[in-house]
Structures are given as C-alpha cells and as structure tokens.
C-alpha cells in the first residue's frame, strides 16, 4: 500500500486526463479532477465513478471536483487552494489541459494562435508555478507532469501552433526541473503519439486521412494508442520508482518518433 498522496489533473473530463486520474486513484491517491466549467458534468460523473471503485476496494481514496481554465491566473490559484482544503495537501500536479488548432503557417488565425499558446504554454506554466509555491511550504517534495507531444520532437503539416506549444512544454520541464530539484520535487513530461481521443482524432480529419489506416500506419507497432498507454506512463514518473528521473520528456508513441 503506497502513501496515500493528492493529486491534481488538469483537463480530466475526458481523454488522457480522465484515464490519468482514474489511474492515480486506483494508485490509491485522492484526485482533484480539474477541466472547464462547460464539462462539469462530465467531471462529477468522473469523480463518482472514482468514488465508487475506491469504496467498493475498501480505499479511502477520494475524488473532488474543482472546475477552471488553467489559463487564468486566479483559477490555477484556487486550483491549488481548494485542493488543499479538502485534501490537506498538494502531491502531484499534471498538468494535462491542452488544445489542438491545425492551420498552415501561412493561414495562421491569430486570435486562435494567442488561445493555444495561453492554454497551453501559460496554463502548463501556472500550474507548475503555483504547485511549486504549495510544494515548497509543504517541504516534502512532490511531482510535476506536463503533456508535450511527438509534435514537441518534429514538426508537422498544419501543426504550426500546436508543435511549437509542446516544444515549448519540453523547456518549461528542462528549467523547472532544474529550479526545483533542490526541494525533491520531479518534474517530467510524457509525449504521446496517436491516442484515440477526440484531439487525435480532429488533428487526423485536417489531413483528411482514415483514422484507423492513418494513426495505426504511425507505429511500427501497428495499432492505434490507448489512453492507458499515457496514464500507465504517468502513474510510474509520479512513483516512488521513478525517484531519479527528473527534467525528461519520456514518448509513448509506439515508435512513431525513435530517440
Ligand atoms: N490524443 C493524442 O493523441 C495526444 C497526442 C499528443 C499530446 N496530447 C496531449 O495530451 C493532453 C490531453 O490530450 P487529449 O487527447 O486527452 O485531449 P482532449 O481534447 O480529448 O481533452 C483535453 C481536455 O482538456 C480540457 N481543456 C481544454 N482547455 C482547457 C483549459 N483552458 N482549462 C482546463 N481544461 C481545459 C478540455 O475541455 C478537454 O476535456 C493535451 O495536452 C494534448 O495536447 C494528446
């Protein structure tokens, strides 16, 4: 039985997020699930569901629902705050929210370029900044995820925004690592290759390919990536297994990107 510990997901009503903390609570951590405001049914059925399980296994493991954008200052702020009032503690933070915009450079809406880069540059910063300040008063260390991509590796047709958003994810867990190594506190990023979830799937229609045919042809392995594949990866870097890994952006591609 691992050390009961809190966590929080960011962007977790659906997708990598959700499986990410059904994942951490059946770890046995309590999980704060985070998305915006417009999914929070989605969120409370999540919370329920991890509620249930964890009681049905005789775990005091818990859920809670605390929705925002991480893109606002103030709602990260009450993230870390509400977390701590319900759970006593801040342990892990994945900062998981990201959006996807396809558009060749040449064509680029700037308007949608600022929201991608805030969501998903500032919101990851927000997250790690805020989660530090908790983690460093608590002074026991503690975990930091945050999701790049393969297209953090390489670029890609139409992924102008987005490819540079996720290398950018890549330097922001480099440094932070860096700053934050002396308080034993980790911070690493997983890179997914083609997961099935509704952003995989909407990056594959802008080049009109078949899902299956395409995302399947993007691994040696030949099959399309499951949300667990990226939250089996999770639950190990925010382990005690992983005590020694800081600073990396691990891929679970299926090969797509060879390091
Ligand atoms: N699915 C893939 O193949 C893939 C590949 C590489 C990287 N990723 C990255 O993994 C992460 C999760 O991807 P996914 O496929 O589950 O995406 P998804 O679109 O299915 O889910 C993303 C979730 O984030 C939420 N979100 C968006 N903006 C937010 C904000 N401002 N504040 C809070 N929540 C917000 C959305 O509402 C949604 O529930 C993203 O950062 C994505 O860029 C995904």
Known sequence: MIDLKTAIVTGAARGIGRSIALRLASDGMNVVVNDIEANTQALQELATEIANSQAAKGSSANAHVVTG???????????????????????????NAGILMMSRIEEVDEDEWDKLISVNIRGTMLCFKYAAQQMISQGKGGCMLAASSIAGRRGHA????????????????????????KYQIRVNAYAPGFIDTDMSRKALDYAKADYEAAAKAASPLGRVGETTDISNLASFLVSSESSFITGQTYGACGGFYLD
């Open 69 to 95: 954008d991480v893109s606002v200052s103030s709602d990260v702020q009450n993230l870390i705050k509400e977390t701590v009032s319900k759970f006593g503690s801040l342990d892990v933070m994945v900062a």
């Open 158 to 181: 139409g992924g102008c925004a987005y490819s540079t958003s996720k290398f950018a994810i890549r330097g922001l867990v480099q440094s932070s690592a860096v700053d934050l190594g």
